[in-house]
């Protein structure tokens, strides 16, 4: 409740005040190290984004973007294979390899860049974005910040898909996700315990398709239509 967060804020307050005060009184001390510490975890950028887990294609979405001593996004959105970080690092690198080459090549396919609440309270606040409709596939969703002092990145994936999946059992059922109509002849790969996928089969006139098995474990099941790719943990 409210009071709550004005408890949890004053005491905030109350540890950055302690935390100056002991660097200044013992600079050379082990406790001063902490402190400096506490006081870089304090003041330290963060951002996130919460999505959806499923967009339907060409139809506008909002998401939420989470942030502490930021006050300024740019948002990006760049198509990529549905693979794109399956082995490929540490994430930050991956995500600025990732945003400079879509520059480059023109590939980003929506940006924006918000104005964000005063960060000098330290703390964590949210916002909330309305973005375009965008095309089937997998897209890779990068926050991005120049503080004067520092830089900060973030992202996370994003399926943009017309299909829906249903499982019952050792069944399940590819529909579309707008008409709720059948999805016939879809491609079916299967991923066991991180192994690559591997093409199990197609969907019937009913977009049915039995699994070929029945207890297995950490499996992932991608479906293939067109241009249209659906992963789902299944």
Known sequence: NSLDIITRQAARDQAIEIAKEALEKFPNSYGALKCA????????P???????????????HRGVVSYQNVDNVAMSFIKVPFDH??????????????????????????????????????????????????????YLVILETNQEDSKSISGSYMIVSQMSLFKRAVEIQILDRKSGKPLENVEIELSINNAWFKTAGRTNKEGKFILPYHDERNVRLKANLTDDVLIENI
């Not at 510490?37 to 330290?44: E, G, K, N, V």
């Not at 919460?50 to 139809?59: A, E, F, G, S, Y």
């Not at 690092?89 to 520059?103: E, I, M, P, T, V």
């Open 46 to 60: 963060s951002l996130s984004v919460q999505h959806q887990d499923l967009i339907i294609p060409n139809k506008p």
């Open 37 to 44: 510490a506490l006081l870089s975890a304090i003041h330290r």
């Open 85 to 138: 970080n399956r082995n490929q690092g540490y994430r930050d690198s991956l995500y600025r390899a990732a945003l400079k080459n879509a520059q480059k090549e023109n590939r980003v396919a929506w940006y924006k860049e918000f104005k964000l609440r005063s960060s000098k309270d330290t703390y964590s606040h949210t916002y909330e974005y309305d973005a375009k409709g965008l095309a089937a596939g997998t």
